[in-house]
């Protein structure tokens, strides 16, 4: 059985950091691709963060310079490092594993919120 766990949320004040966690188990986790979603209240999900089984990395514009994506593959956990945090990032964050022909997996999602 395939799980996500995530971690890290909470409230943090604009400007601050945080560090989000997501562990898997059930799949081979290097193999998967892993992202990063986020839906702020009356908004559709939007793609946050990215990294591919071999490293690339790719960001939301939003989030670009502000939020680093990485993995560690020997600990089956994928990290999302949120730096300058503003407001507008306050969402429920969601990590998201894919590998074609295998399927997308979905963690339960984490509060983050951004306010002083």
């Known amino acids: 059985q395939v799980q996500l766990v995530e971690s890290g949320g909470g409230l943090v004040q604009p400007g601050g950091s945080q560090r989000l966690s997501c562990a898997a188990s059930?799949?081979?986790?290097?193999?998967?691709?892993l992202n990063w979603y986020r839906q702020a209240p009356g908004k559709q999900r939007e793609l946050v963060a990215g990294?591919?089984?071999?490293?690339?990395?790719n960001y939301a514009d939003s989030v670009k310079g502000r939020f680093t994506v990485s993995r560690d593959n020997a600990k089956n956990t994928g990290y999302l490092q949120m730096n300058s945090l503003k407001p507008e990032d306050t969402a429920v964050y969601y990590c998201?594993?894919?590998?074609?022909?295998?399927?997308?997996?979905w963690g339960q999602g984490t509060q983050v919120t951004v306010s002083s």
């Open positions: 059930g799949i081979i986790f290097s193999m998967y691709r």
């Open positions: 990294i591919t089984s071999s490293g690339s990395t």
């Open positions: 998201n594993v894919q590998r074609l022909l295998q399927g997308s997996y």
